[in-house]
Nanobody, 124 residues
Framework: VQLQASGGGLVQAGGSLRLSCAGSGRTFSTYAMGWFRQAPGKEREFVAT????????RYADSVKGRFTISRDNAKNTVYLQMNSLKPEDTAVYYC??????????????????WGEGTLVTVSS
């Protein structure tokens, strides 16, 4: 699976952005999908995941209630709607695909494939 994220940019605090991640291959719909982010000087962290059919989602506490992950398997695309953005949301955002469930992980899945990131900058 090849993944390509897009939709990043510069936005003021309180604003919204929607990220998209387009996947290639006929097996896209069999993978759980996730969004992760890495801020300057920090480790990569989990943001949100969604199962293969879109019926189950998980969120990091820091984004719960503000971000929404969704997917359209007919378009091989996963989305991250980000509302009420804060300066601390500034990071490079990555999408990922995984097939193995792991309840010990906050994201619940082992991610096997990663796309290139898209930069989100939130100004105060």
């Amino acid at each position: 699976v090849q993944l390509q994220a897009s939709g990043g940019g510069l936005v003021q605090a309180g604003g919204s952005l929607r990220l998209s991640c387009a996947g290639s291959g006929r097996t896209f719909s069999t993978y759980a999908m996730g969004w992760f982010r890495q801020a300057p000087g920090k480790e990569r962290e989990f943001v949100a995941t969604i199962n293969w059919i879109g019926g189950s989602t998980r969120y990091a506490d820091s984004v719960k209630g503000r971000f929404t992950i969704s997917r359209d398997n007919a378009k091989n695309t996963v989305y991250l709607q980000m509302n009420s953005l804060k300066p601390e949301d500034t990071a490079v955002y990555y999408c990922a695909a995984g097939s193995r469930y792991d309840s010990s992980r906050p994201e619940s899945y082992v991610m096997d494939y990663w796309g290139e990131g898209t930069l989100v900058t939130v100004s105060s």
